[in-house]
């Protein structure tokens, strides 16, 4: 019973900010926007990033895998945007 009580609250995984990390990377992805999917992107990588450092492994991981593919096919939309 004691080793329950030695647990603190700031050691838990922060499965929020990863699960927003994804949902900020599937928005890069899906919604043709361009300025606002690199921002989306962008924010999500940042966000993924924050979520591996506090223990999320396998969410977060797949958070920065999403964002970044998302933020590369924002970055060469808003390019192609752009040219014309």
Same mark, same amino acid.
């Given at each position: 019973?004691?080793?329950? %009580?030695? +647990?603190?609250? %700031?050691?838990?995984?922060? *499965? @929020?900010?990863?699960? #927003?990390?994804?949902?900020? $990377?599937?928005?890069?992805? !899906?919604?043709? &926007?361009? /300025?606002? %999917? =690199? &921002?989306?992107? !962008?924010? $999500?990588? /940042?966000?993924?990033?924050?979520?591996?450092?506090?223990? =999320?492994?396998?969410?977060? @991981?797949?958070?920065?895998?999403?964002?970044? #593919?998302? *933020? !590369?096919?924002?970055?060469? +939309? *808003? &390019?192609? !945007?752009?040219?014309?």
């Amino acid at each position: 019973m004691s080793e329950r %009580d030695n +647990f603190s609250h %700031d050691q838990q995984p922060n *499965t @929020t900010m990863a699960g #927003i990390a994804l949902a900020l $990377g599937i928005f890069a992805l !899906v919604i043709p &926007i361009a /300025v606002i %999917d =690199v &921002i989306a992107g !962008v924010v $999500g990588i /940042v966000l993924a990033n924050q979520a591996k450092k506090t223990g =999320v492994g396998g969410l977060a @991981t797949a958070a920065l895998v999403i964002s970044i #593919i998302g *933020t !590369v096919i924002a970055v060469l +939309f *808003t &390019i192609s !945007v752009l040219a014309l």
